[in-house]
């Protein structure tokens, strides 16, 4: 199973990584929580590894692209254009961590720009790698979307904790 995800800047290349060597860089993130070692296996089939240089923009703000990655090494950081055009930094985030999962899920535009902080490296998991997965593995595609629910919920409760103080 081979699916392409084309990256938005010819910054990013494309790294022939195995299923379990994919397995392996999971192994190191929470997603290890979730899923067990045939799991991580079966789910490296699904995705595609890449790099990026720093200052790379990964996702732009507004893309279409269905898909969410994993960050297994570096730093990406997470920018907001204002109504003025002016583009503010949201946050840093440092692997082991998932990104983009919104515009999987719901198909909507990227609400922010994802950004290499530094040199990373990411896992894809995009949208006709996910269908073929709900079908070929629907057990191991329900542990996902799991994990994807908790973390999204994870993420809304941090949001609400931030926002009392402005209240």
């Known amino acids: 199973m081979s699916y392409h995800f084309e990256p938005p800047s010819p910054d990013v290349t ?7 060597r994919i397995a392996e860089w999971l192994d190191q993130t929470t997603w290890a929580d979730a899923l067990e ?11 595609n590894a890449f790099e990026a240089a720093p200052d790379t923009v990964i996702f732009p703000e507004g893309d279409l ?11 990406v950081e997470i920018i907001k254009s204002t109504e003025s055009l002016e583009k503010k930094s949201l946050a840093q985030i440092r692997s082991p961590q998932t990104f983009g999962e919104m515009s999987l899920i719901d198909g909507q535009p990227r609400s922010a ?25 629907p057990k191991l595609a329900i542990k996902v979307v799991l994990r994807l629910s908790s973390l999204l919920s994870q993420r809304l409760r941090q949001v609400s904790g931030r926002l009392i103080h402005l209240v």
């Not at 692209?65 to 730093?75: E, F």
């Not at 990411?122 to 073929?132: Q, S």
């Open 37 to 47: 070692w045939d799991d991580l296996v079966a789910f490296g089939l699904y995705l």
């Open 14 to 20: 494309t790294l022939n990584v195995s299923s379990p």
């Open 65 to 75: 692209t269905r898909c969410m990655a994993i960050l297994v090494d570096g730093t």
């Open 113 to 137: 720009e994802v950004k290499s902080a530094t040199k990373c490296q990411f896992v894809i998991l995009d949208k006709a790698a996910f269908d073929e997965m709900t079908g070929t593995h």
